[in-house]
């Protein structure tokens, strides 16, 4: 079941990556929810989710950079290149019969928060 | 295993929470390096790490909302109540003989990113 929870999301973002959205589509559940906190939105529904997707300004390009799961939990953190810059994701996914029905994300853009000075004194910056 | 790296990741926090920094500090490998993409900053060794959290500015109260792990390693989603709202941290972990050896944590206040335009129409707004 670990790896089975851990593929399926890995699988997500790949086929993100290829734009193969149909295929991608067939990875959630047709009630999946995925929330980003950041933003307070709410994309309910599979097809809400792969129309967002597919609509997401180009160009970017996907970077999986580690996979955790266990039982129906998975844990995955992405980066994504754009003109802009870089934008990590790190989301966590319960998945229900092979497919993904909630998703918890939190994007945030790289280098995007000014280091507060109260901790300079612990801290070094990243090359 | 698994519950082994995903507990060592849960007591740091619950232990940070508890405002036991040197019980913490036993959580962590000497050689421990934390990474911050969103301010660019790093914490290199156990003891900058500590100090840096033992110094945050209170008040703060940290609610654990998921642990996934498996292996040497896991994931935690928690969310930090302060006096300017709530503060998400999705942290990647590496545990290494009992103790935590590397950190990536992602931290990105709710609603801090404005929703774009162009995909309202797949969204809804979280209550």
Do not use: C
């Not at 950079?65 to 953190?77: F, H, P, T």
């Amino acid at each position: 079941v670990s790896e089975a929870s851990g593929e399926v999301v890995r699988r997500l973002w790949e086929l993100f990556q290829e734009r193969r959205w149909d295929d991608a589509a067939l990875r959630l559940a047709d009630d999946f929810v995925a929330d980003w906190p950041h933003t307070g939105e709410r994309m309910r529904g599979r097809d809400n989710d792969i129309e967002l997707n597919r609509n997401y300004p180009e160009p970017w390009s996907i970077e999986v950079r580690r996979v955790v799961a266990s039982g129906d939990e998975a844990a995955l953190e992405a980066a994504v290149s754009h003109p802009g810059g870089i934008s990590h994701a790190a989301g966590f996914y319960t998945v229900r019969d092979g497919k993904i029905a909630r998703a918890t994300e939190y994007w945030v853009d790289a280098r995007s928060q000014e280091p507060p000075a109260w901790r300079a004194r612990w801290v070094e910056t990243i090359e």
